[in-house]
Nanobody, 122 residues
Framework: QLQLVESGGGLVQPGGSLRLSCAAS????????IGWFRQAPGKEREGVSC????????YYANSVKGRFTISRDNAKNTVYLQMNSLKPEDTAVYYC???????????????WGQGTQVTVSS
């Protein structure tokens, strides 16, 4: 059974950090582009960051550039999203997804995790 499971979300104060994990089972992440997306209440799902399968190129939304870092550990079949200097506007459900192309739009992604809630509040 193909499955992606996100973890690491929670409540953090502004300026704090969290590291999200996206663990795959039933398939190998090496061959796929991985994207992190988020969706806040009443808003559309937006691309946050992605990493390619070919050369490990990374891409970030302007809103998180310089604060978030995506990485992959193929040995653990896991992708991470390190989030620093968190802001209240980062509050959302965060999803990881696998796909054919490393793009910050949902269309190339076929498999999605169930999401993990990130809340940034004092």
């Amino acid at each position: 059974q193909l499955q992606l499971v996100e973890s690491g979300g929670g409540l953090v104060q502004p300026g704090g950090s969290l590291r999200l994990s996206c663990a795959a089972s039933g398939f190998t992440l090496d061959y796929y582009a991985i994207g992190w997306f988020r969706q806040a209440p009443g808003k559309e799902r937006e691309g946050v960051s992605c990493i390619s399968s070919s050369d490990g190129s990374t891409y970030y939304a302007n809103s998180v550039k310089g604060r978030f870092t995506i990485s992959r550990d193929n040995a653990k079949n896991t992708v991470y999203l390190q989030m620093n200097s968190l802001k209240p506007e980062d509050t959302a459900v965060y999803y990881c997804a696998t796909g054919r192309l490393a793009l910050l739009v949902p269309s190339p992604y076929d498999y999605w995790g169930q999401g993990t809630q990130v809340t940034v509040s004092s």
